[in-house]
């Protein structure tokens, strides 16, 4: 973990990669620093055990640059989904990979599909609400620049989740 230093400011979590003969862990790669999440509140990561050939953890959703200002009435921080960790090679080396455990499959409860739609501007789905959804969204940009989604829409506020198509990135304003 970094605390300060993380790409967003205050708390985040790197990873290493490398060998480990029992008693020495060499990284691959001391100069890259590999970042587990790019997210502002990835903290504090738990890895547990008896998982099998699985590696499982759970991050804490917080950040030290506001972890003492949080309103304790109801909670004080939450954490992540489990997470299944594995390692791919890519062309800039061996790399993290996180997915949600498939188990968490079974808390689905679909509430819509809308397929072959067109969209110009807005278009709200009114009728689409929850504490926790899961959206699964397949987006042909066309010739759009940006386009995403704005969930947590309130009357004064919303995140908002946007991917710039000529950049090749997804942003997420809160």
């Not at 790019?38 to 998982?51: I, L, M, Q």
């Not at 989904?81 to 594995?86: A, C, D, K, S, T």
């Not at 042909?140 to 947590?152: K, L, T, W, Y």
Request: charged fraction near 20%; charge should be neutral.
């Amino acid at each position: 973990r970094s605390n300060p230093g993380g790409p967003f400011g205050g708390s985040a979590t790197q990873y290493f990669v490398g060998t480990f003969d029992g008693k020495r862990f060499v990284n691959e790669s001391p100069a890259v620093t590999k970042w587990m999440d790019w997210g502002k509140d990835h903290y504090a990561t738990v890895c547990f055990s008896n998982t099998g050939d699985r590696v499982i953890a759970v991050p804490w959703m917080s950040n030290w640059q506001y972890a003492a200002n949080t309103p304790t009435e109801r909670w004080r921080g939450a954490t992540t989904l489990p997470r299944q960790f594995r390692l791919v090679n890519t062309d800039d080396g061996i790399r993290l990979v996180q997915e949600p455990v498939a188990a968490m499959t079974k808390l689905r409860q679909p509430i819509g599909t809308w397929d072959n739609v067109t969209v110009e501007g807005d278009m709200l789905l009114d009728g689409v609400q929850g504490r926790t959804l899961e959206i699964i969204a397949e987006i042909e940009p066309g010739s759009a620049e940006r386009f995403g989604i704005d969930v947590q829409r309130g009357a004064d506020n919303k995140t908002r989740i946007i991917y710039n198509n000529p950049a090749s990135k997804l942003f997420i304003s809160r």
